[in-house]
């Protein structure tokens, strides 16, 4: 048994020029963003921004230039998306797709699907949501009900219900997980991806599920004999799990599986400024000491990744200490400062602590919960 | 790393695991074994890895002497190893001669970029202590059975093994960090080693307490060679300046950077 090493990501990638540009557009963009908003992180939905970063070439990064990409190396694309959310920018017309997506798309999809959406995520135009938990399909994501069935024509009539979709309401496409053949029992056999048109499929029908600050993010999305067109399917009949695990490893490392707090913690900064005392000091210094060495971790992910290496266990591993940094932020605030939470005061400290305090549970369970990301590490140790 | 330092590592790990290994119950250990344990120790030349070249040492650069002295702390044996390599380090820096034989109570008379190099030296054996406390506690949740069935057949047990290995990987990440940083220019290596020593510290606390926890009251026994980690962890994690000081030395310094420079200061760390 070796320890998980995480590799040294280089200490400087050559990328100071690119972060001061970013640093600059973002700071004249987001002028009179409140810190409340800041602090909805990559909930904040903006088209007209993703729009904008991808005409200065921020988005589809990495991909190959004949897709819309910039053939960049995974370290610059890391700095726009850390730049990005430590500003608080509205990234989530654009996340999924340029995260995930656009990934898992230019992995398994035809040279057609590859042509028709790739160019319109670069381009900031294309909004994407996953199409993964069920009502009885949760952490359990295997327990998938949703089916596929292949008609004659070569097209797909679709069946079932998807839910906690965030922005499905605003999504031009999902990358549906569903069964395609064989039953729940199943388990992972017979599991497919496909790609479907959130715009132009009759039968999918979209309604809201509000979060418990009444925001509407989530969504439930009923599939009533829809059919998808021949082509739909992504990647491989059957190869659905093992595509779906690949995918997750893009979903679990990056620099949003610790930053989602990081709004509050500027302003406990500044609310410690001439304050705070020893115990202020030793706070800031313990969470200071978590960020650093989380953001070495994840950009030893990104070398990972960028290498061509398996990284789910060590984006595991980030995303359950990431969550857990993030959700300790409100406690160890409201420990250091005496300020009644509200989201309606004047007070950014105020405001930003109560919206972070109701944001905090659903850390960690978005992208996996903590307890499938520990039998994940367990295992990875050899015991389970 | 290049295959030299490879060789020197694989060495170095050899020879202190199989030292550490035949210690047994340190206190029953005959005076004659361990004299002929560090004679080992210095005929291998590890005692001389965070010397420069023209001090005698072995050429290499700070950041692989510590990846050695983090094998160190993986074969914690009843030998002042790292406080030898150390104290020979100070010594040439100092002008001294490079005295013989183990370095009593370990280096004294630091001058400050001394102590940081010290505090250093200790996040690298616990990051390397944690790693084999790792090894050790799951292969004992392999191997004890209760209930009919080994421990690691447990969900309780399988998380909280889970929670050790992140806190290792953390504290590894961390050390490897701060060494990166000594190594690098642009950035404050002060701030680095205060990052690497508290974050450090915390897995200390939490990854001796699972380890314990797991082991059940075999690994609070003198015979078993848990506490020899956790008991010198305990210990290190508040020597060259303690965890809270290095912690608040840290906030300090993040602090005066404002809000406005927060962010600026995570990037540069």
Not at chain 1, 104 to 125: D, F, V
Not at chain 1, 257 to 271: H, M, N, P, V
Not at chain 1, 322 to 334: C, H, N, S, V, Y
Not at chain 2, 228 to 233: F, G, H, L, P, S
Request: charge should be negative.
């Amino acid at each position: 048994m070796k320890t998980l090493e995480f590799p040294a990501p280089p200490p400087r990638a050559g990328d100071e020029d690119l972060r001061r540009e970013v640093r600059n557009f973002l700071e004249s963009r987001l002028e009179g963003r409140s810190p409340l908003q800041r602090a909805e992180s990559w909930n904040g939905f903006d088209r007209q921004f993703s729009r904008e970063l991808g005409q200065r070439g921020w988005l589809g990064m990495t991909w190959p230039r004949k897709y819309g990409g910039h053939e960049r190396t995974a370290f610059e694309r890391y700095v726009v998306m850390e730049e990005t959310l430590a500003a608080g920018a509205p990234v989530a017309a654009h996340w999924i797709a340029d995260r995930q997506s656009g990934p898992t798309i230019l992995r398994y999809g035809t040279e057609a699907q590859k042509e028709a959406i790739l160019p319109k995520i670069a381009a900031g135009e294309c909004t994407f949501c996953i199409g993964m938990s069920e009502p009885d399909a949760g952490s359990d994501l295997a327990a998938t009900r949703t089916r596929a069935e292949p008609q004659s024509d070569g097209s797909w009539r679709v069946n079932g219900t998807k839910l906690w979709t965030t922005y499905a309401h605003e999504a031009h496409y999902m990358i549906l997980f569903c069964r395609t053949s064989g039953s729940p029992a199943d388990r992972h056999k017979g599991t497919s991806q496909m790609l479907v048109d959130m715009r132009a499929t009759p039968g999918v029908t979209v309604s809201p599920v509000l979060d418990l600050m009444g925001q509407h993010h989530f969504n439930e999305v009923h599939f009533e004999d829809a059919i998808l067109p021949a082509g739909s399917l992504l990647g491989t009949e059957g190869e659905g799990w093992a595509q779906v695990m690949g995918e997750l490893a893009f979903e679990r490392s990056g620099p949003e599986r610790f930053l989602s707090s990081i709004q509050l913690l500027i302003e406990l900064i500044g609310a410690l400024q001439g304050a705070g005392g020893e115990g202020g000091r030793n706070a800031i210094g313990r969470l200071f000491a978590h960020l650093v060495t989380l953001r070495h971790m994840s950009r030893g992910v990104a070398a990972l990744l960028e290498r061509g290496d398996d990284a789910s266990v060590h984006a595991a591993i980030v995303k359950d200490l990431g969550a857990t940094f993030e959700q300790e932020l409100p406690d160890i605030a409201r420990s250091l400062i005496d300020e009644e939470p509200d989201l309606a005061s004047t007070s950014h400290f105020a405001s930003v602590l109560a919206y972070t305090t109701m944001a905090a549970p659903a850390f960690s369970l978005r992208g996996g919960t903590r307890e499938i990301l520990r039998g994940i590490i367990a295992r990875q140790l050899g015991v389970r | 790393m290049d295959e030299i330092s490879a060789i020197v590592s694989d060495t170095a790990r050899r020879l202190l695991r199989g030292l550490a290994e035949a210690a047994g119950t340190w206190e029953d250990m005959p005076e004659s074994a361990w004299t002929a344990g560090w004679q080992a120790i210095e005929d291998s030349g590890l005692l001389l890895a965070l010397l420069p070249d023209e001090d005698g040492g072995l050429g290499l650069p700070l950041s692989e002497g510590l990846g050695l002295v983090r094998i160190a702390g993986s074969h914690h044996g009843p030998w002042p190893v790292v406080d030898t390599m150390l104290a020979r380090r100070f010594a040439a820096e100092n002008g001294q001669d490079v005295a013989a034989g183990p370095a009593a109570g370990g280096p004294s008379e630091m001058a400050p970029h001394q102590r940081d190099i010290a505090a250093l030296a200790r996040a690298c054996q616990m990051a390397g202590a944690l790693e084999a406390v790792l090894e050790m506690t799951t292969a004992y949740v392999g191997e004890r059975h209760q209930f009919g069935r080994p421990l690691a057949r447990f969900q309780a047990i399988q998380h909280s093994l889970a929670v050790l290995a992140g806190e290792v990987a953390a504290a590894c990440a961390a050390a490897d960090f701060a060494c990166q940083r000594i190594a690098a220019e642009g950035h404050d290596p002060i701030l680095a080693i205060g990052i690497a020593r508290a974050r450090i510290g915390e897995a200390v606390s939490r990854g001796t307490a699972i380890a314990h926890q797991l082991h059940g009251a075999i690994g609070y026994a003198r015979e078993h060679r848990l506490h020899r980690y956790t008991t010198a962890m305990w210990r290190w994690r508040d020597e060259f300046g303690t965890q809270a000081w290095w912690t608040r030395r840290v906030g300090m310094a993040v602090i005066a950077e404002g809000s406005d420079g927060f962010w600026s200061s995570t990037v540069a760390a």
